[in-house]
């Protein structure tokens, strides 16, 4: 495989959901951060469609409860093939 | 006589074709890379550019003929053109033909070169291959002002080493600190000091990167949000992407992060062929969502779990929980949930801190390690922490990982007991600081 690439392979819709929403909360948490850290960190700088996701997702995202969310997470991005056990040797 | 091949000749790759003949002589193991080499260490590219390491030579794990004599057919330099999963053959790029009963994907990563002008000028280079690595070497000597893009791991290897050649270096990254994906800002401040006090970096941090311009097709300046770096070289430490396209071509399925999508056993929905390392999707053991692991300790144990069940073993692979670390003189590490991913996801945690020393207080060697842990407040269950400090790290970061994986508690980790001696540990831990630290904020 070379080592760079130009033409990635096209996304689908999920892993371009994924990306960017990941990004975007990273770089919120982040901002807050600098905030409650003063001094340890520099704002991280904004990317392109921020200002959307700040409008339609980010209220949404922020009002969802975390164990909701993260059946949420698990539903969107987990495939059958990957309920891995925790302990798969105990299944021997 | 069962056949098996292996395409790609990286940590998954070889850790798989050599577990395969080791498990069962009789097999018939074919490896394939495009490279001239299998069997080496990237990571250590940048402690050779910064003469930690002296030569290249060290960076490999065994030479070639050490794979041939374990028995595995090994085919470098050829580039696979495509796979015939119905006759279940493997072509190259020349006419060759690899039949196979299984196979396995060991195709790891790539670099996305950024849409950014000017992006294919002399001196505008990508970190990977030790053969480029090798013919870098010696043009450092003439650089004399260097632009790091992106403070992911590679990115502090390279912007620690680059200074030590001399070379001015410069760090651009749209974050707000080294290693922000995954590490605090707080927790990353005294590597940051050390890299500008002792080493001279110059950080441009909430930076974007925005194109190159040169003279004569070579790089004179870099383009930033914040203004204009002129440089000999710039080194890009581009998003990585799995390297799916071949098994992509044969029906295998990929999922949200853009790798192959395995089972516990790295078999993918393709009967008969697995997948291993860089190129798969991991599940984290704490989110139980797949993410995409780029280091080579996953990559090795996934590879070599791969060629055991190609072989006709059983084994499985657990969920993640992602020790890291990473420095030199101040060292820095963790596992599984920093403070941001944790304010990022919206999860509710406590935070734990202390600062101690790594040896007796009396003794020349001690240190001071800062530890950061993160708690479920519920449960009190640690679900990640951070060490920033002297040696002591790396291991504070594999403890942490697993008492994690163990569903360890605050008021277990309270109580630990550690090793007292005076070169090598305090008479108290700061782990069990940081943890009474977070039991106070809950009661408090």
Known sequence: ????????????LVQRFRSLTEAYLLYVAQKEMVRRYPGAGTPPAPKRGYGLLAVFFLPGFKLTPWAIKKRLLSALFRRPAQHWPDKPWENR | MKRIVVIGGGSA????????VQRDRSLDVTLITEFEDIA?????????????????????????????????????????????????????TVGEEFPFDELIFCTGWEYEVPDLPNVGLDGIVYIKNIRRAMELDPKLDDVKRAVVWQAKPLGVELIEALPRRGIETHLVDSGGWLLSEFADADMMEPLQQHLVDELGVKLHFGTHLTGFDGRDGRLTTVRTSGGDIEADMAFLVAPTLPATGLAKSIGVETGSTGAIVVDNQMRTS??????????????????????HLIPGTYAYTQGRLAGANAAGASETYPPVYVPWGLGAAVQVGGALVSETLAQATGMKYVVGKATGITAARYHPAHEQMHVKLLADPDTRRVIGGQFTGGDGVKERADFLAFAIRKGTTLEELATMENVYSPPIGALGEPIAAAAKDALSRLVG
């Open chain 2, 40 to 92: 080496y260490s990237p990571c250590g590219i940048p402690y050779v550019f910064g003469r930690e390491i002296e030569k290249f030579d060290g960076l490999f794990l065994q030479p070639l003929e050490f794979y041939a004599e374990m028995g595995i057919n090994l085919r470098t330099e050829t580039v696979v053109d495509r796979v015939d999963i119905g006759r279940r053959v493997v072509h190259s």
């Open chain 1, 1 to 12: 495989m070379p080592i760079t690439t130009t033409s990635p392979a096209r996304p689908s």
């Open chain 2, 270 to 291: 393709v009967d008969g062929v697995f997948a291993a390392g860089a190129c798969v999707e991991t599940m984290h053991g704490l989110l139980n969502i797949p993410i």
């Open chain 2, 13 to 20: 790759g070889t850790g798989a074709a050599t577990i395969a």
